[in-house]
């Protein structure tokens, strides 16, 4: 692996771990009441499970679209958004939160593994590349976490670390 492909990869790396200006995921995600997790500001059609379901579908179909010929996506755009405003049932939350960690951990060794070709056209795609794809995981996960966390504000459940 070149110099210039193996700095590439450690940049790509950097943005889906939440480097840079970007906010990681378990800081965003960290410390949400159980209570509070279906809350709506006046305004905003997002609570904190709508968010999260979000990162999480949509980072799921990005992540299969890269690995799998035979994806099918979700209906857009409503299969990109939870039905409800908050998990049925205590679990989903881990569950979902527990799916995007794993989600974005594959996306992570995608990227990371040598024999990957991140300039390669996708074969079942119209042009996408694994680089593109990353690189649309990290900008869309950078989005909606600053969404999360503007809405942690609004509700007054967030604590910004240090």
Known sequence: ??????????HLLYLLKGGGAHLGFEQ???GIPESMRDA??????HTPWRLLEHLRICQWDI?????????VSPEF????????DGPSRAAQWDE??????????????LVSDPST???ATIPHGDGQTILREALLVADHNAYHLGQLVFLR????IWEPTS
């Open 1 to 10: 692996m070149s110099s210039q492909d193996q700095s590439l990869r450690e």
């Open 28 to 30: 965003a995600i960290g």
């Open 40 to 45: 709506k500001v006046p305004g905003s059609p």
């Open 63 to 71: 992540l299969e679209f890269s690995r799998n010929s035979d994806h």
């Open 77 to 84: 755009p409503d299969g990109y958004w939870p039905e409800s």
């Open 96 to 109: 979902s939160v527990n799916g995007f960690r794993s989600d974005l951990q594959s996306m992570i060794e």
């Open 117 to 119: 070709d991140l300039f």
């Open 153 to 156: 504000q609004c509700l007054g």
